[in-house]
């Protein structure tokens, strides 16, 4: 699979989308939590796990650790490739 195929794949998910729009919500703010990503989007803890783990490996988001905490935000940068890819069909 190509790099971008992979990250039109990442984006291909309903909660995945449903998930960056949280984190849009939060992007000025100290990034959200698992636990707070799942009751935002109405799926259980270990589905946003994997979703969050899916979009990390894409390049959409980073994670870090705050305490006992970890945080995870929308990362700066993350929709270049698809930008590059979609200018191309832009007359």
């Known amino acids: 699979m190509t790099p971008l195929a992979s ?51 894409a390049g959409f988001i980073t994670t870090a650790w705050s305490g006992k905490r970890r945080e995870h935000w929308l990362r700066s940068g993350g929709f270049e490739e698809i930008e590059d890819w979609a200018i191309r069909f832009t007359p």
Do not use: K, M, Q, W
Request: proline content about 2%.
């Open 7 to 57: 990250t039109f794949r990442a984006l291909g998910h309903p909660d995945r989308l449903y998930i960056l729009e949280a984190l849009l919500a939060t992007r000025n703010a100290n990034g959200a939590s698992i636990g707070e990503i799942a009751a935002v989007c109405g799926i259980d803890r270990f589905a946003a796990s994997r979703h969050l783990d899916d979009l990390a490996t």
